[in-house]
């Protein structure tokens, strides 16, 4: 069983279980079943889902604040620029930048992307022989997919 200590405990000695250091993520794993019921116990000491459940109520209650919530949007945002001129590039719409460029490059005017044509940015289609061989082989759908394919 995994517990995690609320108060950064970087060992555990009990007289009778031994003694016990958590692993890279902070939980004391392997702990005996009596060991285990004597922390949980103890206010300082959760368990797995209960570290999950806290860390999640945490997390919601952060982003309720109208400022941390804006900062975090923000910083999810803030690589689309460089994002949309990579995609540009891709698309032949403007030359490959250097690696000097890519840090300070802008996303592409918004004629540039009007100017591809819908042909140019649709996905190719799957012919129905592709759809039918990846078919299950057995039950029904096999009936089905060899009568799509005919």
Same mark, same amino acid.
């Given at each position: 069983?995994? #517990?995690?200590?609320?108060? *950064? ?7 009778? @279980?031994?003694? @016990? ?6 939980? @004391?794993?392997? &702990?005996?079943? +009596?060991?285990? =019921?004597? &922390?949980?116990?103890?206010? +300082?000491? /959760?368990? /797995? ?7 999640? =109520?945490?997390?919601?209650?952060? @982003?309720?604040?109208? $400022?941390? #919530?804006? $900062? ?5 945002? /803030? *690589? ?5 001129? &990579?995609?540009?590039?891709? #698309?032949? #719409? ?5 690696? =000097? ?16 044509? $819908? ?15 990846? $078919?299950?082989?057995? +039950? ?7 009568? =799509?394919?005919?």
């Amino acid at each position: 069983m995994r #517990l995690y200590s609320k108060t *950064g405990a970087t060992q555990v000695d009990d007289p009778e @279980f031994g003694s @016990f250091v958590p692993d890279a993520s902070g939980a @004391f794993d392997g &702990l005996p079943d +009596g060991m285990f =019921a004597k &922390l949980h116990g103890r206010p +300082g000491w /959760e368990s /797995e889902d209960e570290r999950a459940l806290r860390l999640a =109520a945490e997390e919601l209650e952060r @982003f309720r604040d109208p $400022a941390t #919530l804006l $900062a975090e949007v923000r910083r999810m945002t /803030e *690589g689309q620029g460089a994002v949309a001129s &990579l995609l540009a590039q891709a #698309l032949g #719409l403007t030359p490959p930048a250097t690696e =000097a460029q890519v840090s300070v490059a802008s996303p592409p005017a918004p004629s540039q992307l009007a100017s591809v044509s $819908a042909s140019e940015a649709a996905a190719p289609e799957v012919a129905p022989e592709a759809t039918a061989k990846s $078919a299950p082989s057995r +039950g029904r759908g096999a009936k089905a997919a060899k009568s =799509a394919a005919s």
